[in-house]
């Protein structure tokens, strides 16, 4: 819808031009219509371009499953992590310590994590708390995510990156 108005926008400007064109000397025609040629195809290529940014939508159904990776500099974390259909677990590269999560998707791009083990403080914490997790954002090699706690007001947005298919 928004591309046929942008492209009834366009064909609006073409007859205006066409008759501003029409209404020009002989001398100032081609200076006049070199303009608006040069106009049109610019302002052309513009649509045609932020048709193609506003349109992308984010593909999560490939990440479902898999080994992903989490390095978070900022907060010093570094995360292997391996999902199937029901179980999600996160090995900490550095202390080797492992937690386990059951998984259910709630649509397309938006999954919640509940803890299945841990250590005991991991287990503590978030103990009949629910992990929800959106997907903001896809590339080809991982996606961006925003995560919340279930009864807290932050959201935290991290980065996982695919390590193998």
């Not at 400007?13 to 100032?28: D, N, S, W």
């Not at 974390?77 to 550095?94: A, G, S």
């Not at 896809?138 to 925003?146: I, L, R, V």
């Amino acid at each position: 819808m928004v591309v046929r108005r942008k492209i009834v926008h366009l064909l609006k400007i073409v007859l205006a031009g066409m008759i501003h064109f029409q209404k020009c000397l002989p001398a100032q025609s081609l200076d006049v219509m070199r303009n608006f040629i040069i106009f049109t195809i610019l302002f052309s290529t513009l649509i045609l371009i932020s048709g193609c940014i506003f349109s992308q939508k984010n593909d999560c159904s490939s990440f479902k499953t898999g080994k992903f990776e989490l390095i978070d500099e900022q907060h010093s974390l570094h995360y292997l992590v391996e999902r199937d259909d029901f179980i999600q677990t996160e090995t900490n590269v550095k202390t080797g310590q492992i937690s386990s999560f059951k998984i259910k998707w709630l649509n397309k791009c938006e999954y919640q994590l509940e803890m299945i083990s841990g250590s005991n403080q991991a287990m503590e914490f978030y103990k009949g708390k629910k992990l929800i997790v959106n997907i903001v954002e896809t590339y080809p090699d991982g996606y961006k995510f925003s995560t919340q706690l279930e009864g807290d007001e932050r959201i935290r947005y991290q980065t996982l990156r695919r390590v193998n298919k």
